[in-house]
């Protein structure tokens, strides 16, 4: 009986998940080819860190404000994209691309990373302050790379337990130092593979490259205009189906309140996650320690759910993929 209960609240949070993030299996199965690891397999951190879609979605906001203040980045975004008129949509793509090189088969990693490098090389401009910019250039590669990895660890180790004490060994823990630079190594696989050099390898190194870069970023109009769009898009309902629509009904008949993806609580934890020079940049006010807390406390809340609503997303895929026998 709770499982015919349950199951269409699954597949409604599990529809809200994927309006906002992008559903990959519309573009991929991730099943086959049956036992292909893909980029990073299993065993991998990557595989770890990228199935918990709160702090996914936590650190890709906290990564897309930082790339928004290198002022020849996002002059490439700003001139040659939709993503003023269609936020939702790049955050969408953004999110396919990264559930494709990290869970995809080989076949359809390379593939996305293609498409991506076709793009880009078709991207290129006059920045504001009258500097020559390039989608490919490494050197903006890189930093795209360094501000998307820093964004992801900071929010997955800021949501989850410090250990595992009490905790079942499906629960998500905080990354150590070892697997943290565990997962700088192996996602500079991609950053490589989009034209990228020197990237970093070890925790320490990205640490060190994102200062580095530092001299090189701004605040201004256009930053501002962006966290203008994020705090707008964090307060706008999602689109309710009528079985959605139907769904606190449900809920109160199961005894329990479950909420929409928490869009405003991934801002504020985004904000705050920052780096403070970055922070300062923004001309961010300085919150009360309680709002932070707040939401990480609604955001902790939700990861179990998120993951009971995507129990058959791309990570669930890609390890059925594995468990296939190739020859079946």
């Known amino acids: 009986m709770f499982e015919t209960l349950a199951s269409p609240l699954r597949q409604a949070l599990a529809r809200q998940v994927r309006s906002l993030a992008g559903d990959s299996r519309a573009a991929l199965d991730f099943t086959q080819p049956a036992g292909d690891p893909g980029w990073f397999g299993p065993e991998s951190v990557a595989w770890r860190v990228h199935a918990d879609f709160v702090a996914m979605m936590t650190g890709g906001i906290g990564a897309l404000l930082l790339q928004a203040l290198h002022p020849l980045a996002l002059a490439a975004v700003w001139d040659h ?20 090189t990290t869970y995809g088969p080989s076949a359809a990693a390379q593939d996305a990373v293609a498409r991506v490098r076709a793009i880009h090389a078709q991207v290129h401009g006059t920045a504001p302050d009258g500097r020559r910019y390039a989608a490919d250039d490494p050197h903006l590669l890189r930093f795209i790379h360094v501000a998307e990895v820093y964004s992801f660890v900071t929010a997955h180790d800021w949501l989850m337990p410090a250990n595992a004490v009490g905790w079942r060994p499906t629960v998500p823990v905080a990354l150590s130092l070892r697997e943290r630079d565990a997962y700088v190594a192996e996602m500079a696989r991609v950053p490589l593979a989009l034209g990228a050099t020197a990237v970093p390898r070890d925790w320490a190194g990205l640490l060190a490259q994102l200062e580095d870069y530092r001299p090189e970023l701004e605040g201004g109009a256009r930053p501002q205009a962006v966290l203008r769009m994020l705090r707008s898009l964090s307060r706008q309902p999602m689109d309710r189906s009528a079985t959605e629509r139907a769904m606190p009904r ?6 329990a309140r479950l ?7 991934m801002m504020t934890a985004a904000t705050t996650l920052l780096p403070p020079w970055a922070q300062q940049l923004y001309a961010l006010p300085a ?9 990480r406390v609604a955001l902790r809340s939700a990861v179990p759910w998120m993951r009971w609503a995507l129990q058959d997303g791309v990570a669930a895929q890609a390890r059925q993929r594995l468990q296939a026998s190739p020859g079946g």
């Open 250 to 255: 449900l809920q109160t008949s199961l005894g």
């Open 81 to 100: 994209s939709d993503f003023r008129d269609d936020l939702r949509g790049r955050l969408h793509r953004t999110a396919r691309f990264i559930a494709t």
């Open 287 to 295: 919150l009360h320690p309680l709002r932070p807390a707040l939401a």
């Open 259 to 265: 909420c929409a993806v928490p869009l405003q609580p």
